[in-house]
């Protein structure tokens, strides 16, 4: 099976905001679909050891924001490359909150639509949340940014330098933060955990 059929298939590019008793926090997923209409219903996926799972499943709310073409990659890698239980991912980035207390940015988004989760489904890396959309807005007149364009013009391309002097010991998914043990990471590998390319992994170094 070749993996990069994938790739053909078409995705956005979103933040999904939500929330707990102690933080707000986002993160990127690129999956996400109308599944139903009268009542309007979205399906979007997240994986399981995101922050933000896990707040989706106490608060049983989101707020989807849709990622324009203007966005930049410092934004997706800060909601995307790292956890909300580290960090708090808001504290430098203008926001608002919808109607569930969810946040979403104020920037680099065309639309944003909040939603109550009605059903979910594990489906072993991800959860799979069905929801009502309960208000949509559109935002600003940009076009939405694709998964494709995403990999085309935004997210940079492999071939950073390496550390001199040091060995590669093992790889780290910059997505999920699964560590992959060994020099060399093949290059049709794919993350077990959250299903990434091995493009999305980085090396890790003997200290």
């Known amino acids: ?69 203007s966005v930049t990659f ?33 920037s680099q988004i065309c639309a944003l639509f909040t939603c109550k989760v009605i059903s979910s489904q594990d489906l072993g890396t991800h959860t799979l949340f069905v929801a009502e959309i309960e208000d949509s807005k559109v935002l600003s007149d940009k076009a939405p940014l694709t998964y494709a364009d995403y990999h085309k013009d935004i997210k940079p391309k492999p071939g950073a330098a390496a550390e001199p002097d040091k060995k590669i010991i093992g790889w780290r998914c910059k997505i999920c933060g699964y560590e992959y043990e060994g020099a060399e990471l093949p290059a049709e590998y794919e993350c ?16």
């Open 1 to 69: 099976m070749d993996p990069k059929a994938l790739f053909s298939l078409s995705y956005g590019v979103f933040i999904l905001g939500s929330h707990d008793d102690k933080k707000i926090n986002a993160c990127v997923t690129n999956t996400c679909m109308q599944v139903a209409a009268n009542p309007n219903r979205l399906a979007i996926t997240v994986i399981n050891q995101n922050y933000t799972c896990g707040q989706i499943k106490e608060c049983g709310t989101f707020a989807l924001s849709v990622l324009d073409k």
């Open 74 to 106: 410092p934004t997706i890698e800060h909601f995307g490359f790292q956890s909300g239980r580290d960090v708090d991912k808001f504290a430098d980035f203008e926001h608002s909150l919808d109607a569930n207390e969810n946040p979403y940015l104020n």
């Open 192 to 207: 077990p955990i959250c299903g990434h390319p091995a493009e999305d992994f980085e090396p890790i170094y003997e200290k």
